[in-house]
């Protein structure tokens, strides 16, 4: 779930965070959802008309993603699966209403109730659906052609978890993150980089405790037919961040003096 403009806000105030450049990342986390929502109904471009047209679309922005950040040892792929009940009641409410309304404006239009003349419903984006389990499909036909006939992708470990997996795609991600920190041998110095549009994805990445970590989003604002893809993505560094966040609230400053030090069988007068 987003946090309302809270991406902006963070742009604007901290600017010395935006696009780093030089960076080699190891580990790339795709949050799914992120990808399929404007790729099946794009708001600045004709939709596509069928699902195959929809699941290469897809898949051309994943090579997309992936020939910009050019990971060296992890792909992680997450799509949301069944959200906590908080949510679910949120989420119910929500496409119950946006779904009405989808047909009352189309019927509207039209002036007839032929429902073959509806367009794409982005609530069948639901865990569970049976478009969910063709996307499914179609991802793991991608990834297996991607391993066999691309050498980028033959050294990577490529981990999939679809919306038969329990819980949304950024704590998913966050939860295999911290799972890894636990083993033995782990690296601490792994680069990440994680894609989505959800501004909360800044708090994961914070509660990682991460050396090396960024957001990686695309600028829903820009405008497409004059910049290229590669530019229209914005890159946050989260250490940077961090140490932002910790000057302004004086984290970085040396603990205060006090008068009395009170120690176990001392005299305090």
């Known amino acids: 779930m987003g946090i309302p403009a809270y991406f902006r806000w963070i742009s604007l105030k901290f600017p010395e965070i935006m696009n780093p450049n030089g960076i080699e990342f190891d580990n790339l986390y795709l949050d799914m959802n992120g990808i399929i929502h404007p790729c099946t109904h794009p708001e600045d471009r ?13 898949c051309d922005y994943i090579d997309r ?8 040892k992890l792909l992680y792929m997450a799509i949301d699966g069944v959200a906590p009940r908080a949510k679910i009641n949120q989420q119910r409410s929500r496409r119950f209403r946006s779904a009405k309304e989808a047909e009352e404006k189309i019927r ?4 007839q109730d032929d429902d073959s003349n509806l367009p794409f419903d982005s609530n069948v984006i639901t865990p569970g659906t049976p478009f969910m389990s063709r996307l499914a499909v179609a991802l793991r036909v991608y990834v297996a052609d991607r391993i066999r006939n691309n ?3 033959r050294d990577l470990v490529v981990v999939f ?3 038969s997996v329990p819980g949304e795609g950024e704590h998913k991600i966050a939860e295999y993150i911290r799972r890894e920190r636990t083993q033995p041998d782990y690296n601490p110095n792994l680069r990440h980089v994680m894609y989505g549009l959800d501004a909360d994805l800044i708090m994961l990445a914070l509660a990682t405790h991460e050396v090396y970590f960024t957001i990686l989003r695309e600028e829903v604002f820009a405008k497409r037919e004059t910049l290229p893809f590669s530019s229209r993505q914005h890159s946050t560094r989260i250490s940077r961040l961090r140490i932002q966040i910790g000057y302004r609230k004086g984290a970085g400053s040396r603990p205060a003096r006090y008068r009395y030090c009170i120690r176990p069988g001392a005299s305090s007068g």
């Open 161 to 163: 978890s679809d919306a």
């Open 65 to 72: 993603i992936f020939s910009i950040v050019r990971p060296r």
């Open 151 to 153: 050498p980028a992708w």
């Open 46 to 58: 004709p939709a596509p008309t069928t699902e195959e047209e929809m699941f290469d679309a897809v």
């Open 108 to 111: 509207e239009e039209d002036g």
